[in-house]
């Protein structure tokens, strides 16, 4: 009896709050290298999937009275909220499709499921701009005439600076970039690519579709 009680009254205090699905895509120019030389660029997309509360959002009443106390100083702190459902991480922010000139060539596919960040800035009527660090992830494939083709792995972390247009706009644009050092396979001559580590390196513009919902806290 007590608790189909508590259940009945968290249910009577739960609350729908406002959440915008950020939504991002558009070409972006990538490659990969080492210290010894960068292989041609490749031409590919960037993509974005994520929720964002605003900072307004964070400081309704309606989430203060979720949050445990201990978290509150700490969600006070923030400009907004940034967030990716786990099932989205299987999409690769950045893919690599196809080489802008001839000659050993990459393609591939990079992932940062999570990231700290180290500057963030969020206006009101304004731009919204931020530089995070991540960890990352790619799979890489390299080609070249002669040389056998090879598929591998590449992991380290980069640094990745963002500018987007007002958030609360719901069409915006962004600008983007990713650099990152990390190791994989051995290097070959083959892709003209000596040393360690491994760099890779992209730049994106995206168009930004924001598509507001409200979810259940």
Do not use: C, F
């Not at 990538?30 to 010894?36: D, K, N």
């Not at 990716?84 to 991480?89: A, G, M, N, S």
């Not at 590449?154 to 007002?166: C, F, H, K, R």
């Not at 396979?185 to 930004?208: F, H, I, K």
């Amino acid at each position: 009896m007590l608790t189909t009680l508590l259940a009945l009254g968290l249910s009577a205090q739960a609350a729908k709050i406002p959440v915008t699905v950020n939504i991002g895509i558009g070409p972006t120019i990538g490659t990969v290298g080492t210290t010894g030389g960068l292989m041609a660029p490749s031409l590919g997309l960037g993509l974005q999937l994520e929720g964002w509360v605003s900072k307004k959002t964070l400081r309704s009443k309606k989430v203060r009275r979720r949050v445990p106390k201990q978290y509150r100083g700490m969600v006070r702190g923030m400009d907004d909220l940034h967030a990716r459902p786990l099932p989205t991480w299987v999409v690769p922010d950045t893919a690599l499709i196809a080489p802008l000139q001839e000659g050993p060539a990459v393609r591939g596919a990079s992932w940062a499921p999570i990231s700290v960040a180290l500057s963030h800035r969020a206006k009101a009527k304004g731009p919204h701009w931020s530089l995070s660090v991540s960890p990352r992830i790619a799979w890489l494939n390299l080609s070249a005439d002669g040389a056998e083709t090879t598929n591998q792995g590449w992991y380290g972390a980069s640094i990745d600076p963002d500018l987007q247009s007002n958030m609360k706009n719901t069409v915006g644009v962004a600008v983007a970039g990713s650099i990152g050092a990390g190791w994989t396979g051995e290097p070959s001559s083959a892709y003209g690519l000596d040393g360690r580590p491994w760099l890779m390196a992209s730049g994106t513009v995206r168009l930004q579709i924001r598509v507001p919902i409200k979810i259940k806290l």
